[in-house]
């Protein structure tokens, strides 16, 4: 395995987006480059534009990258789509391999340092909520102790305790609802974004981590409207 690889990250979950540059290599991982995406940047047919100028402003050439990130879910089932099609389109033109990373520990890893629980929560729409619990563990990675699951807003709510720390876009809506002594981190660690994408990806590869380019698809954790109207019509 070579020591240094040239890491393109994508992440398209939410509404808006970002991609970034990052040099992996043995003694670790640096950001590049990133440019956060608008709404209307973050479309299939502006994505495609927005990678070359960034592979421009890292001088970089497409076929020099090695390793492409994208978050594959939770989130939103368009923004996925794009990200994960534009990731494996571009892996398989230039050769690069390809690694799928969980949104929520995206959010997870941008957090501060601490021993406090912490909760990755996203919009799931119809009062729910995408959420994840994490602990530290000492100097080490962060511990999953709530796998990645749908459930209602009131329920997580419930489940909050003192001392809890919450991050992720869907505290736009629930802010007032926290309960007191729940700590909300700062709004701009709320989105997540393509460096964090970037580092969980080369910590993963330098740990064995390979998806196949083929197979690599969105996690989207539920059905899509049209599919439950399709089941429902059985």
């Not at 003192?162 to 876009?169: A, E, H, I, P, Y």
């Not at 007032?176 to 993963?204: C, S, Y």
């Amino acid at each position: 395995m070579q020591l240094a690889k040239r890491i393109l990250a994508i992440e398209t979950s939410g509404r808006h987006g970002s991609v970034a540059t990052l040099w992996g290599d043995a003694s670790g991982i640096r950001n590049i480059k990133q440019i956060v995406l608008t709404d209307q940047q973050r479309t299939a047919r502006v994505l495609a534009p927005s990678l070359q100028m960034l592979l421009k402003e890292t001088d970089w050439s497409p076929c020099s990258v090695d390793l492409v990130a994208v978050t594959i879910g939770p989130g939103s089932f368009t923004g996925l789509r794009i990200g994960v099609t534009a990731a494996k389109t571009f892996a398989y033109a230039v050769g690069a391999e390809v690694i799928g990373i969980n949104t929520l520990d995206v959010l997870a890893v941008q957090a501060p340092s601490s021993d406090a629980a912490l909760w990755t929560i996203l919009d799931a729409q119809r009062q729910e909520l995408f959420a994840a619990k994490f602990r530290a563990n000492g100097s080490g990675p962060l511990q999953v102790e709530h796998e990645t699951s749908i459930i209602s807003q009131e329920a997580w709510l419930a489940e909050l305790q003192g001392g809890d720390r919450v991050t992720g876009t869907a505290l736009v809506q629930l802010t007032k609802r926290v309960r007191p002594g729940v700590e909300l981190l700062p709004q701009h660690l709320w989105q997540p974004k393509a460096e964090a994408v970037g580092r969980i990806a080369w910590d993963a590869y330098q740990s064995g981590q390979r998806d196949d380019v083929w197979q690599l698809a969105p996690k989207y954790y539920r059905a899509s409207a049209a599919e439950e109207k399709a089941a429902a019509r059985k």
